[in-house]
C-alpha cells in the first residue's frame, strides 16, 4: 500500500504564511484532502480537491498539487490555527486510504 | 444538520471482541460511503475500514483485515464495526466519517466525535 509522507512539525510567526506539504507516489492519480485537528477533538475537513473549502473554513487556508506533492498553505495564520494537520488519499489501487503522519503546527 | 455518533467502545481483554456503532443522522445514510479511521493515543489518523452505499462491498486495513468486519444497516441509519482477536495495539479512539467522491478526489466530510476502544488484561 501507498504511503503520505508529511514532517513532523512546523512553525509560523503570528500572520505570516506556512505551507504544509505531503508526499505520495497515490498523490500523482489522486488529489489529497486536509483535515485538522485540534486537541481533544475530532478531525475537521479543511482542504479537498484541487483546491476546494467546505463552507465555514477560512479562505485563508488553499490546497495545491504538483507531482507525487499536495501542499496545504495558510495565508495570515492565526493563534487558532495551531493544531495537528493531515493529508489524505486513496491508494494506488483506489480500494484503500491512507493518511499521512501529521504535521503538528505551532503559531508562534 | 448531519450527525454521526458512535459508540461501543470500552475496556476489553486482549483476544476479545467489541462491537462499535455509528448512528447517522441528517442526511440520506444509503446513499453515502462510510469509513472507519482509528487514532491511537498520542498518534496520529489510520483509516481502518470502508463500506459501500449498499453494504455490498468493503475494504480494510491490511493491520485488521481478517479480524475486523465493517457492516451497515441502511434501514436503522447505522454504521458497526465488529472487531475480534483484539490486541493492545488496537487501543485508539475510534471514528466514523462519511466519504465523498468525485473523479481523482475522495474525502471525509463528516466525522462522529469518536469511541475510546482499550485493550489491556
Known amino acids: 500500500s501507498s504511503e503520505l509522507t508529511q514532517d513532523p512539525a512546523v512553525s509560523v510567526a503570528l500572520g505570516q504564511t506556512v505551507r504544509i506539504t505531503c508526499q505520495g507516489d497515490?498523490?500523482?492519480?489522486?488529489?489529497a484532502s486536509w483535515y485538522q485537528q485540534k486537541p481533544g477533538q475530532a478531525p475537521v475537513l479543511v482542504i479537498y480537491?484541487?483546491?476546494n473549502r467546505p463552507s465555514g473554513i477560512p479562505d485563508r487556508f488553499s490546497g495545491s498539487s504538483s507531482g507525487n506533492t499536495a501542499s496545504l498553505t495558510i495565508t495570515g495564520a492565526q493563534a487558532e490555527d495551531e493544531a495537528d494537520y493531515y493529508c489524505?488519499?486513496?491508494?494506488?489501487?483506489?480500494?484503500?486510504?491512507?493518511f499521512g503522519g501529521g504535521t503538528k503546527l505551532t503559531v508562534l | 444538520e448531519v450527525q454521526l455518533v458512535e459508540s461501543g467502545g470500552g475496556l476489553v481483554q486482549p483476544g476479545g471482541s467489541l462491537r462499535l456503532s455509528c448512528a447517522a443522522s441528517g442526511f440520506t445514510f444509503s446513499s453515502y460511503w462510510m469509513h472507519w479511521v482509528r487514532q491511537a493515543p498520542g498518534k496520529g489518523l489510520v483509516w481502518v475500514s470502508r463500506i459501500n452505499s449498499d453494504g455490498s462491498s468493503t475494504s480494510y486495513a491490511d493491520s485488521v483485515k481478517g479480524r475486523f468486519t465493517i457492516s451497515r444497516d441502511n434501514a436503522k441509519n447505522t454504521l458497526y464495526l465488529q472487531m475480534n482477536s483484539l490486541r493492545a495495539e488496537d487501543t485508539a479512539v475510534y471514528y466514523c466519517a462519511r466519504g465523498r467522491s468525485r473523479i481523482a478526489e475522495y474525502y471525509f466530510d463528516y466525522w462522529g466525535q469518536g469511541t475510546l476502544v482499550t485493550v489491556s488484561s
Open positions: 480537491g484541487k483546491n
Open positions: 497515490s498523490l500523482r492519480s489522486y488529489y
Open positions: 489524505n488519499s486513496r491508494d494506488s489501487s483506489g480500494n484503500l486510504w491512507v
